[in-house]
């Protein structure tokens, strides 16, 4: 299957970044990055301006908690890659890792940028199956190590979920106008 970067593996990354720990790591690193930095004064008033569920953690925390998520999966697939790459079953982990970035990537945007929650939960809900999948995946290819890199992403994209939800309910599913009253108020200060 031809990409921009040459020929896939299913609908995967291009073995070339699969095969490289840098590579594999950088790329979700610098994508996630980028399109949280991206949204970065929207994300922080709106997630100021928002009534929160028990247990939130402060805004500071998602960088970083982001920042070894996606160095994790990306050296989960770069080692899935160089202990099975000729494994029948890879094309489908190659697939199942490439969409679970792009939902992964496009929750942001969603919740934040568009201020759709609902959007957003639909997006992080069929993340959660996708890395259901992909860790299923993993272990079919009989990768120990690879299992082990979603765990903690696994753990919280299920509390992003819990977050997505209680945000949702408590601010009755309307985050843009809690934004705009509190840009208001910032205003006449």
């Known amino acids: 299957m031809p990409t921009v970067l040459g ?3 299913g609908l995967g990354l291009h073995p070339q970044i699969l095969a490289s720990p ?7 690193v610098t994508i996630g990055s980028a399109i949280g930095w991206s949204l970065s ?8 301006s928002l009534t929160q569920p028990p247990l939130h953690p402060p805004s500071y925390l998602f960088g970083p908690v982001w920042t070894l998520l996606y160095g994790l999966m990306g050296y989960g697939i770069h ?7 000729s ?9 199942l890792y490439t969409t679970q970035l792009a ?3 496009l929750w942001t945007p969603l919740f934040f940028g568009v201020e759709k929650p609902r959007v957003a939960l639909v997006d992080i809900l069929g993340l959660g199956v996708n890395l259901g999948a992909l860790t299923w995946s993993y272990a079919q290819l009989g990768d120990e190590v690879a299992v082990w ?18 945000v949702g309910v408590l601010n009755g ?7 705009k009253a509190k840009e208001e108020v910032s205003e006449k200060e």
């Open 149 to 166: 890199t979603m765990v903690p992403y696994l753990a919280w994209v299920s509390f992003a979920t819990y977050l997505n939800i209680g």
């Open 7 to 9: 020929t896939a593996i």
């Open 103 to 105: 939902l992964n990537f």
């Open 87 to 95: 494994h029948p079953h890879f094309p489908t982990t190659a697939t």
């Open 79 to 85: 080692h899935a890659y160089k202990s099975s790459h």
């Open 173 to 179: 599913w309307d985050i843009k106008s809690k934004r």
């Open 41 to 48: 004064p929207k994300t922080k008033t709106t997630y100021h």
């Open 22 to 28: 840098a590579a594999s790591i950088l790329l979700p």
